[in-house]
């Protein structure tokens, strides 16, 4: 199987359908932070074909992180939880790689999307951050 991981900047609607005609058979979005998902301020942009296709979220907060995958799993097959992006970006907020400090706290996050979707969840992670 080709997939088509996720990648800031690149894994948008265009891109991720032109990887679909060159046979990728799943394709991730770019991250999508869960708390601009939860207020409204960015969406999910899906084209007709784009199946199956996960929706990967990044966040450090466990309600923003439930509620933005409920939104999620209406476009997508399967929620991922960024714990691997090393941008400070993102670690200086919590999110991201530095969900890996605390695994505990992480497999519970995870293990809260995982109970509030239909959908299959996954986390996304990296070794030596």
Same mark, same amino acid.
């Given at each position: 199987?080709?997939?088509?991981?996720?990648?800031?900047?690149?894994?948008?609607? !265009?891109?991720?359908?032109?990887?679909?005609?060159?046979?990728?058979?799943?394709?991730?979005?770019?991250?999508?932070?869960?708390?601009?998902?939860?207020?409204?301020?960015?969406?999910?942009?899906?084209?007709?074909?784009?199946?199956?296709?996960?929706?990967?979220?990044?966040?450090?907060?466990?309600?923003?992180?439930?509620?933005?995958?409920?939104?999620?799993?209406?476009?997508?097959?399967?929620?991922?939880?960024?714990?691997?992006?090393?941008?400070?970006?993102?670690?200086?907020?919590?999110?991201?790689?530095?969900?890996?400090?605390?695994?505990?706290?992480?497999?519970?996050?995870? !293990?809260?999307?995982?109970?509030?979707?239909?959908?299959? !969840?996954?986390?996304?992670?990296?070794?030596?951050?």
């Amino acid at each position: 199987m080709i997939g088509l991981a996720p990648m800031a900047g690149y894994t948008d609607a !265009a891109f991720r359908m032109l990887c679909r005609k060159a046979g990728a058979e799943i394709a991730y979005t770019e991250m999508v932070s869960a708390e601009a998902l939860v207020r409204g301020k960015t969406e999910i942009m899906v084209r007709r074909g784009d199946s199956p296709l996960a929706v990967q979220l990044f966040g450090s907060r466990e309600r923003a992180l439930i509620e933005a995958a409920g939104i999620a799993e209406k476009k997508a097959d399967f929620i991922d939880l960024n714990a691997g992006c090393p941008s400070p970006d993102l670690t200086d907020t919590g999110a991201g790689a530095a969900l890996l400090r605390k695994p505990k706290a992480l497999a519970e996050l995870a !293990a809260a999307i995982s109970s509030t979707t239909k959908k299959p !969840a996954s986390v996304k992670i990296r070794l030596g951050w």
